[in-house]
T-cell receptor, first 113, second 115 residues
Framework: DGGITQSPKYLFRKEGQNVTLSCEQN?????MYWYRQDPGQGLRLIYY???????QKGDIAEGYSVSREKKESFPLTVTSAQKNPTAFYLC????????????FGPGTRLTVT | GNSVTQMEGPVTLSEEAFLTINCTYT??????LFWYVQYPGEGLQLLLK?????DKGSNKGFEATYRKETTSFHLEKGSVQVSDSAVYFC??????????????FGKGTKLSVKP
């Protein structure tokens, strides 16, 4: 089955540690996205990527970094510089950049204490 | 800039009741409009979409009509089921107004359907 996988589903870290969230897709999509979701809030775009080795900042990129070394993979690193990292993180992909039809993974809930 | 406003929840209904979730938007140009649904503990799924004025999107008994004159895209369903309990997000995509075509989401409306 084609889709997007994110791992792990739940992640716990101590304050001051960097943590990397995994996102893999086998839909052969060119574009991939990372969103952050907070309780009672909509989704906010962190980073997006159109092609391998290229990515752009979204609305809330500070304290995050990404890489796109393979078409299938778009990992997100939450650095210690992110002031409020506890949130639900969603990865998505689409066939072309900025296509409205984005497909979402199941998400990773990160808790930093 | 572009934005989406949807009614605050939670919305609690009895099974077979009629559902309306209001959504209005502000956008430059001619946006496309969407409803996404998020079931507990899961990612978002595209529920329906409309790409131009007067289009009606429909799926799984849900429908929404793109109303340019009122800048609205209200979600409706005639008879809800317990399995419809989820959070519903209204969203838009426009290549104008600073959004560069990215999806702009509302804050979500939580729907609970009681048997």
């Amino acid at each position: 089955d084609g889709g997007i996988t994110q791992s792990p589903k739940y992640l716990f870290r101590k304050e001051g540690q960097n943590v990397t969230l995994s996102c893999e897709q086998n839909l052969n999509h060119d574009a991939m996205y990372w969103y952050r979701q907070d309780p009672g809030q909509g989704l906010r775009l962190i980073y997006y990527s159109q092609i391998v080795n290229d990515f752009q900042k979204g609305d809330i990129a500070e304290g995050y970094s990404v890489s796109r070394e393979k078409k299938e993979s778009f990992p997100l690193t939450v650095t210690s510089a992110q002031k409020n990292p506890t949130a639900f993180y969603l990865c998505a992909s689409s066939a072309v950049l900025l296509s409205y039809e984005q497909y979402f993974g199941p998400g990773t809930r990160l808790t930093v204490t | 800039g572009n934005s989406v406003t949807q009614m605050e929840g939670p919305v609690t209904l009895s099974e077979e009741a009629f559902l309306t979730i209001n959504c209005t938007y502000t956008a430059t140009g001619y946006p496309s409009l969407f409803w996404y649904v998020q079931y507990p503990g899961e990612g978002l799924q595209l529920l329906l979409k409309a790409t131009k004025a007067d289009d009606k999107g429909s799926n799984k008994g849900f429908e929404a009509t793109y109303r340019k004159e009122t800048t609205s895209f209200h979600l409706e369903k005639g008879s809800v089921q317990v399995s419809d309990s989820a959070v519903y997000f209204c969203a838009l995509s426009s290549y104008y107004g600073g959004s560069q075509g990215n999806l702009i989401f509302g804050k979500g409306t939580k729907l609970s359907v009681k048997p």
